[in-house]
């Protein structure tokens, strides 16, 4: 039988021995490089993280363009990291750390995309809230600057409307005198004083209603009224101006004046005024009467 020698059998085994020992040194150093390696890309991965949180944070106008050109920088950032790593990966002895690597860095990539597309979508809303806010205050200015012009409108015409009553008041108070115990009612008049009241402005011709008022004892509305009865019921012929004050008329002259019209056809106002100026004959006569 074939016989080895003990010593080179002992050699043999103390060979393998170390060998063993020499292969588990081997791959105990490997995990550990490994799990360095990992240690080193996962605090990398958190600090650029950290880095971009940051420039997000500190970023001053809300444009999408500053969202678009910080993506394109971490891509950048992310490309010359992922050149580093896959440097030292060069290093790594086989393809587990690497595949892990690339897993979680696929993983952090998308997470950063989902993140920009949310601040692009948040912007974009807040830009529109921004819009339909400034559209919603002009709306309400407009119609603010309608109601106020509505409002204006309404004080004027309530304006006009009481400058002329006030008016209207003061035409009537011109009117008025102190009575003197004559305060006569046109219904109680006696024949008599109608008759010197026609006459009294017949002879004036023109005569104010302050005038007719004092001569007669009359309140100055109701010589308003009894004038506006006598040229009614034809008693008496004539016009009152706007200074308040009454012309009397008689049917000669009016009747001159409708056949001047019938004569020419067509007549102007300023003819009609000239003609009657120079027809009505304004000279009053004697008017001294006495209130009874």
Do not use: W
């Not at 009294?200 to 209603?209: C, D, R």
């Amino acid at each position: 039988l074939f016989t080895m020698d003990p010593m080179f059998i002992c050699s043999v085994l103390i060979l393998l021995v170390f060998m063993v020992i020499g292969c588990i040194q081997i791959y105990k150093l490997f995990l550990k490089e490994n799990r360095h390696i990992r240690r080193v890309n996962l605090n990398e991965l958190a600090a650029q993280r950290n880095n971009n949180q940051q420039q997000q944070r500190q970023a001053a106008r809300p444009l999408i363009g500053g969202v678009r050109r910080r993506n394109v920088a971490m891509e950048g950032d992310a490309s010359g990291s992922d050149s580093g790593g896959e440097e030292s990966e060069i290093k790594l002895p086989g393809k587990v750390g690497k595949k892990r690597l690339a897993k979680l860095r696929a993983k952090e990539e998308r997470k950063q995309a989902r993140e920009a597309e949310e601040e692009e979508r948040a912007l974009k809303r807040q830009i529109e809230e921004e819009r339909a806010e400034k559209r919603r205050k002009r709306e309400e200015e407009e119609e603010e600057k309608e109601r106020q012009k509505e409002l204006e409108e309404k004080r004027r015409l309530e304006e006009e409307k009481r400058k002329e009553q006030e008016e209207y008041e003061k035409l009537k108070q011109g009117f008025t005198v102190e009575e003197q115990g004559c305060d006569v009612d046109i219904n109680e008049d006696t024949a008599n004083l109608l008759k010197e009241f026609v006459e009294y402005i017949q002879k004036a011709k023109v005569v104010s209603m302050e005038e007719l008022a004092g001569q007669f004892q009359m309140r100055s509305i109701d010589v308003i009224d009894r004038l506006k009865n006598l040229l009614a019921d034809g008693m008496l012929t004539g016009v009152i101006d706007d200074r308040g004050k009454f012309i009397f008329v008689t049917e000669d002259e009016m009747k001159a004046i409708v056949t001047f019209v019938k004569q020419r056809g067509r007549v102007s106002v300023d003819d009609l005024v000239d003609y009657s100026n120079k027809l009505i004959n304004m000279d009053p006569q004697d008017v001294t009467l006495q209130c009874s």
